[in-house]
């Protein structure tokens, strides 16, 4: 059995989710940040399940909105912690983690990630591409999918044709249009490009996304997607080699963003939502550092 559990991040719906699969001994994908914890484990208990039965949290990759919480999983409940090799280390010890977040979200960090611990590495369960994790009454594949992040994983279930896809696929909330989420520092568009392909091989009957919720029509999404990212990414270049800043990029590229929302049938407060799970400001930073340090003659 699926389940989906809002964490009711800052006290919105529907910004960040936590898949649950299992009826008895109980699997997570993702598990937002600390402040979502509460929230999720009401979630749960609101199923009619147990989150002491949470035997694993198969994470999609370590940023705060998604993973920050896992050390909550592992101390409460004794969750094993399944995370991409690469991204191992900084669930063992975040303090590089939390420092380059600090570099982004500055003195707001506690407010939107609450705390930060350590995850026990007896807890800690490193995965690479391929690998089968028993979980939840079921089995899940790791497909290693970078592009957003180095170390990202979307989570298959082969039998139920169902991927949990992290970031790599998008934020769409409310069946609105599909944002591809461009955070400093790992932006790579030809690694984004390939994930996408990969999911469209194995071609999902249904697709969840952290940020947030159900994609019964995956595959039109992810074209749209990926033609989002290529626009978003050639405005960049654009404005790049016009002499722009980063600084004088971000309310142009906040309102385009806002217009587009508004193009696929978003209300002002939908807008605020995805604003939420996804600051567009933030594309402007990681697109920029794709092409300085990917393509630098192209934007010269």
Request: with cysteine; glycine share 10%.
């Amino acid at each position: 059995m699926i389940n989906f559990v809002d964490g009711q991040h800052l006290g919105r719906p529907q910004v960040i989710g936590v898949g649950v699969v299992g009826t008895g001994p109980l699997a997570l994908i993702d598990c937002g940040p600390e402040c979502c914890f509460d929230a999720t484990v009401a979630g749960i208990r609101a199923l009619g399940l147990r989150p002491e039965n949470v035997t694993h949290l198969l994470v999609t990759h370590i940023h705060l909105d998604h993973s920050g919480g896992a050390w909550r999983w592992a101390r409460e409940f004794g969750t094993t912690i399944c995370v991409h090799s690469r991204g191992a280390p900084h669930i063992e010890n975040p303090a590089k983690l939390v420092a380059s977040a600090g570099k982004i979200f500055g003195t707001d960090m506690a407010r939107l990630w609450g705390e930060v611990q350590a995850v026990p590495p007896d807890r800690v369960r490193l995965v690479n591409d391929g690998d089968e994790i028993a979980a939840g009454g079921t089995v899940f594949r790791a497909v290693e999918t970078p592009g957003h992040a180095p170390h990202h994983h979307a989570w298959w279930l082969a039998r139920e044709r169902t991927l949990f896809a992290g970031d790599v696929a998008g934020v769409s909330i409310n069946g609105g249009p599909p944002l591809p989420p461009c955070p400093p520092p790992d932006i790579n568009l030809e690694l984004w490009r390939a994930s996408l392909e990969k999911i469209r091989t194995l071609d999902p009957a249904r697709l969840w996304r952290t940020h947030f919720g159900c994609d019964e029509a995956p595959r039109a999404r992810l074209d749209e997607l990926e033609r989002r990212l290529t626009n978003w990414a050639e405005w960049i270049r654009g404005r790049l080699r016009a002499g722009r800043s980063e600084p004088e990029m971000a309310p142009p590229f906040t309102q385009m963003v806002a217009a587009e929302l508004r193009a696929g049938g978003a209300d002002e407060a939908l807008i605020a939502t995805y604003e939420q799970a996804d600051p567009a400001a933030m594309s402007v930073g990681g697109l920029v550092r794709y092409w300085k340090k990917f393509h630098p003659v192209a934007v010269a």
